[in-house]
Each structure stands twice: as C-alpha cells, then as structure tokens.
C-alpha cells in the first residue's frame, strides 16, 4: 500500500532494498554471454535495456531509493507533489534532487507524527526553499536595530547562551530552546515557541525582515491563526537581512 507523509507509514521503518539488487551480473558486459544468433537490434535493445535498468534502481541515500518512477523512503513508496517534484528532476538529470532526498530524512527524524503532517501541508501549500542540507527558508520579522532582537520577548539560547527578553538574532547565530517548551496546541496561535513565517506574514510584523533556516525535523506546530502563515520551532539559524522575498533565481531549490 502506497505511504504518506501524513500518515503512520511515514514513520522511518526497517526495511530497505538489498544492496544486491544495485549490482549487475558479473558476466553482464562479455560478449561471449550472448548466443551466436542474437542479431545487432536485439543486442541494441540489450543495451538499451541496460539504460532503463539503471533508470529504474538507483539508491539516492540510505533511506530513499527510486525505482520505475516512484520513490521509496524505507522500501515503501511515497507520492506526493514533494516527490513527484523529485521524480521530475532525476528524469530531467537535475543534480540539486540530493536537497529534496535530505529534506524527506529531516522530516522523517521529527519525533511528532502531527509536526509532520502540519509541515507538510504548509510547505506544499505554497512555494518554499528547500536548501542543499534538506532544510527550509522561512523569514522572521525583528527590531530594527543592530542585533535584529525578536518582537516578542521570552527565553531562548543563541549560539550557546541563554538570553530572557528579547532575544538577538544577529546574523548566522543558532537561536533555540527546548522542543518540550514549544506549544503543539495548533489552535493557540499566540504562544510559547519560536516562530518564523512566509514572507507576507513576516515582514509586517517587524520593521525589519530576516530570512532563517529551519531543520523540518525542529518544526513543532503550524497555528491556524493569521491564515496558517506561521509556525512553531524549537530551532532556527539566521542568515541575513532581507528587503524583499527570495527569488527563485536565487532559490536553491524552489518546491
């Protein structure tokens, strides 16, 4: 039965191919293997074959393998648009796939099957950046002084530390704080945890706008509140300071 990311299937499991499967017979390549009556279009579509055969197995991680157009986290299949999207780009020969492939073992790493499920959703719902690493970029609104300090106050760690008030978020520091502090309660929409929003959301909360990195696998809740444009994280890494949207020319990988 097919899995997907909402459901309980997409729980990491145990199984994966065997890595015999991804090997050719030894004796694949000599022509002494072939009968003497084989005609040159036959051993041509041998070849061929040969050519879809590797189309139709290829081991993209551990965890993730693509096999006659679909893709298997764990030996069980996964459609949606994520990989569909995937799918496209290994056909097309699109080498930044490997962003998508850590993306779905981030996701799977998050500990909340509900966390999954609502970030799915809220990525799928609209065109986000998927980074190299497997992670995902969402903008934060801040003060507008040197230290890019948050608009809410409360108590976070950053790079190490541990600030109560407003909380700094200068280029490249690592804000955090405990997954057992943030609220999963989808319907309080102002509440304990980090947040971090779409664009639209985020640069009218604040005078200034920062662009983040999230981990999928630190996503917490996804509020109903402000039409699903926020979320709640235990972790983020800033970047840099925006004035307008990241374009997809600059989008490592736009979904």
Known sequence: MDA?????????????????ATRSSPNSCTTSALPPT??????RHLIDFGADAADTLQR???????????????????????????????RDGDDRYTGLVRFMENLAANPSRKSRQQLFTWLTDR??????????????????????????????????????GHIPNPPGAVVE????????????????GLHVG???????????TLIVSVNPRDVVSVPKDSGYQKLRTCR????????????????PLVV
């Open 4 to 20: 997907d990311p909402s459901s309980s299937s997409w729980t990491p499991g145990t199984h994966t191919p065997s890595p015999a």
């Open 38 to 43: 084989r005609t040159t279009s036959h051993i």
């Open 60 to 90: 993209l991680s551990d965890r993730v393998t693509y096999r006659q157009g679909t893709i298997r986290f764990d030996g069980e299949i996964i459609d949606t648009a994520l990989t569909r999207h995937l799918v496209r780009m290994i």
């Open 127 to 164: 065109d986000m950046t998927i980074t190299p690493d497997g992670c995902f970029i969402g903008y934060k609104g801040v003060q507008n002084d040197e230290d890019n300090h948050s608009m809410s106050s409360g108590r976070a760690t950053v790079n190490g530390t541990t600030h109560i």
């Open 177 to 192: 704080m405990p997954r057992t502090q943030v609220s999963d309660d989808r319907h309080n929409g102002c509440t304990t």
């Open 198 to 208: 779409t664009w639209d959301y985020a640069s009218t909360f604040g005078p200034k």
């Open 236 to 251: 983020y890494t800033v970047l840099d300071t925006v004035r307008n949207p990241l374009a997809s020319r600059d989008a």
